[in-house]
């Protein structure tokens, strides 16, 4: 099918590598991150990261994590403008409502910079975004999968956490693939909340309407927390997940995604890279000590994975 395979490849971009490391001078600088909160292993991952980097660069790190609620952090947000914190770091648990309290830090003469998700504001209000590319994880994943299944594949979709940037993102980048093919199609979609719970609920739902899921030729997933709860509900309904579905999913972050993979219960993820802490402390630090001239957007490249690295990925993650 080479047609197919140039389809599907001509939507693939190379995502541009970070900035590099900048060497300044060390200075008490205390900084709020806000963080979504504890829902997956790629975000516990992200936070323990950014904690370690701020302790190594002598940065004073306030931590506020919302446990998935946006009204909790934006009042941790407002928090850390009354105290009058240097900068504030934000990732934030929905893209909207974030106009008024970001204009609230600009007042109070106080940068913010968004890490790993994106708001709905003016970018004016914020100093830049240091993140992966959600669209172009989408569409990598779409990619795979038109070259596995030959361009012939009913989808089942469990989505992330609703309104949320990677949520919306990963899914407006995989449907601009699979559109691509008149036999490829997202079928059903459900919301998993980037959860294993919420990933097996969502499967246990598209269970009961099809027990056998006769048809479906993948199950695509925001995230690698609820492709693991699904293939645990697949594999306790006598399915096969890896052999009679492909299992296609984002992050990379832990152990468990690639021992799946490995036993032919998952077939690939796109890796979201949780170390991320020097790329955001290095613009953060740049900021406060003078440097202006950041992109809106700086870009933290993505990486695919199947069972070819898989075994190396796995010693990386730990066994």
Not at 11 to 16: F, G, I, Q, R, W
Not at 69 to 83: G, L, N, S
Not at 204 to 230: Q, T, Y
Request: net charge neutral; glycine share 10%; charged share 25%.
């Amino acid at each position: 099918m080479p047609r197919l395979i140039m389809l599907a490849l001509i939507v693939l971009v190379c995502a541009a590598p970070g900035p590099g490391p900048v060497s300044l001078p060390a200075a008490a600088w205390t900084v709020g991150f806000a963080q979504v909160g504890t829902e997956s292993s790629w975000r516990r991952a992200f936070t323990a990261d950014m904690k370690a980097e701020a302790a190594r660069r002598g940065i004073t790190l306030r931590f506020a994590e919302a446990g998935g609620d946006a009204q909790r952090q934006r009042e941790q947000f407002k928090d850390f403008i009354d105290a009058h914190v240097d900068a504030i770091i934000l990732a934030p648990v929905v893209e909207t409502g974030w106009t008024d309290l970001l204009r609230q830090a600009r007042d109070a003469r106080i940068p913010v910079f968004l890490a790993d998700r994106t708001v709905e504001a003016d970018p004016s209000l914020y100093v830049s975004r240091v993140a992966a590319d959600f669209n172009l994880e989408g569409r990598l994943a779409g990619a795979w999968l038109a070259q596995a299944s030959r361009g012939a594949c009913d989808v089942l979709e469990l989505q992330g956490t609703q309104d949320a940037a990677p949520t919306i993102e990963r899914h407006r980048g995989f449907l601009a693939v699979v559109s691509l093919f008149p036999s490829m199609r997202v079928v059903g979609s459900a919301v998993g909340d980037f959860t294993p719970e919420g990933g097996a609920r969502a499967m246990r739902d598209f269970l009961r309407d099809d027990p056998k899921l006769k048809g479906i030729c993948a199950v695509w997933s925001h995230n690698d927390e609820m492709s693991l709860g699904a293939i645990g509900v697949m594999k306790a309904a006598g399915l096969r997940p890896g052999h009679d579905q492909f299992m296609v999913s984002v992050d990379g972050a832990s152990a468990g995604i690639f021992r799946a993979i490995l036993a032919g219960e998952a077939n690939m993820t796109v890796e979201l890279k949780p170390e991320i802490g020097r790329y955001v402390f290095d613009v953060v630090q740049g900021y406060l000590a003078g440097k202006r001239d950041y992109p809106k957007w700086v870009l933290i490249p993505s990486d695919l994975h199947t069972a070819a690295d898989a075994a190396e990925m796995l010693a990386r993650r730990g066994s």
